[in-house]
């Protein structure tokens, strides 16, 4: 068992950010792309990324079955992803046809189709 302190842990995961061999997506950690090359497991880092995309994708779906609308900012708090992650989500389901800007800029939010 390795014991760390927070601190000492948010250093490691830092260096490894640094790095280059994790990202954060959302709140979780995952190997980047550099690294599964190196493994030859770039199917492996696709997959992740997919399996990512149709967790939100699911909660954003579930969340309007119940609301009329949700913000970018609901997407972030509700799927742990940053403000960018929310917004190629939110780009994807657009392409998609299964949600619809309603309002542009400061006040959008988004609409199940």
Excluded: F, P, W
């Excluded at 792309?33 to 954003?60: F, H």
């Excluded at 779906?61 to 960018?84: F, R, V, W």
């Excluded at 939110?90 to 199940?112: A, C, P, Q």
Aim: glycine share 6%; hydrophobic share 30%.
């Amino acid at each position: 068992m390795c014991k760390k302190t927070l601190d000492g842990t948010k250093r490691s995961c830092n260096e490894l950010i640094n790095n280059g061999l994790i990202e954060i997506v959302g709140k979780d950690y995952m190997l980047t792309a550099k690294v599964y090359e190196a493994l030859k497991s770039d199917v492996e880092y696709t997959r992740d990324k997919t399996v990512q995309y149709i967790k939100a994708k699911n909660m954003i779906l579930e969340y309007l079955q119940s609301n009329d609308t949700i913000t970018s900012a609901k997407i972030q708090e509700m799927c742990g992803l940053t403000k960018q992650q929310a917004r190629t989500v939110i780009d994807k389901m657009r392409n998609e046809g299964l949600v619809d800007i309603h309002r542009k800029g400061k006040n959008s939010h988004y609409v199940k189709i």
